[in-house]
């Protein structure tokens, strides 16, 4: 059984920073692919940035240059640093991982985790 869970979230004056964690747990043989989505009320949920097993990163135009994700393979971690917020940035974010588990080493299956509000005030 895999599980990801977030945390970091919460209120934010605009301007201000969070860090967002993510903790990946289970019978992972090899996580590839790790990232951060974001949903707000009434909109889809969005890619916000995504890093690979090497460590090449993908960032949403929006938040391009104020966004940053990293993560740590020895810890099945990743992370997602939060710059100069913007109350347009304000939605619960998801954090997801293509994991191939002990069980299942041939197969890769996108997880997702439960989400973590965060909302930047103006």
């Known amino acids: 059984q895999v599980r990801l869970v977030e945390s970091g979230g919460g209120l934010v004056q605009s301007g201000g920073s969070l860090r967002l964690s993510c903790v990946v747990s289970?019978?992972?043989?090899?996580?590839?692919?790790m990232g951060w989505y974001r949903q707000a009320p009434g909109n889809q949920r969005e890619l916000v940035a995504a890093?690979?097993?090497?460590?090449?990163?993908n960032y949403a135009d929006s938040v391009k240059g104020r966004f940053t994700i990293s993560r740590d393979n020895a810890k099945a971690m990743v992370y997602l640093q939060m710059n100069s917020l913007k109350p347009e940035d304000t939605a619960v974010y998801y954090c997801?991982?293509?994991?191939?588990?002990?069980?299942?080493?041939?197969?890769?299956?996108?997880?997702w985790g439960q989400g973590t509000q965060v909302t930047v005030s103006s």
């Open positions: 997801n991982a293509d994991i191939r588990t002990v069980q299942s080493i041939r197969n890769t299956r996108t997880y």
């Open positions: 289970g019978s992972i043989f090899r996580a590839n692919n």
């Open positions: 890093i690979s097993s090497d460590g090449s990163t």
